[in-house]
């Protein structure tokens, strides 16, 4: 069962934490290419039957997993970029002066 955790970190890691992401992201998607290569092999030397289908099932399971952390990561990152545009924005606005006052 997959569940949601929610954790604060320092703005500054983001990037670091969702290129962590990302590295685990591709080590799976390796691993899978390599489990491809060799049911394509099985396929091709006829020595398929069984087991074929259910590798071909575990590779997708795995690479469904493995969309579901780019879906976290590319999240983290939106939200790092949105926060980054914000505080160029708020910064590139002039403050107001206040207005002199005859008295």
């Known amino acids: 069962m997959k569940v949601k955790v929610t954790y604060g970190c320092e703005l500054a890691s ?4 969702v290129k962590g992401m990302l590295n ?10 390599q489990r491809i290569k060799i049911i394509q092999s099985m396929i091709e030397a006829e ?5 074929a289908p ?3 099932d575990s590779v997708r399971k795995a690479l469904t997993s493995a969309d579901q952390s780019l879906a976290d ?10 926060v980054q545009v914000a505080g160029e924005t708020a910064t590139r606005q002039p403050t ?8």
Do not use: H, N, R, W
């Not at 685990?24 to 290419?33: C, D, P, S, T, Y």
């Open 54 to 56: 259910a590798s071909i």
């Open 96 to 103: 107001p002066t206040p207005e002199a006052t005859d008295g």
């Open 14 to 17: 983001v990037p670091t934490m």
């Open 24 to 33: 685990e992201v591709e080590k799976v998607i390796e691993a899978q290419l």
């Open 73 to 82: 990561g590319q999240s983290i990152l939106q939200g790092y970029v949105d």
């Open 47 to 51: 020595e398929f039957q069984p087991i």
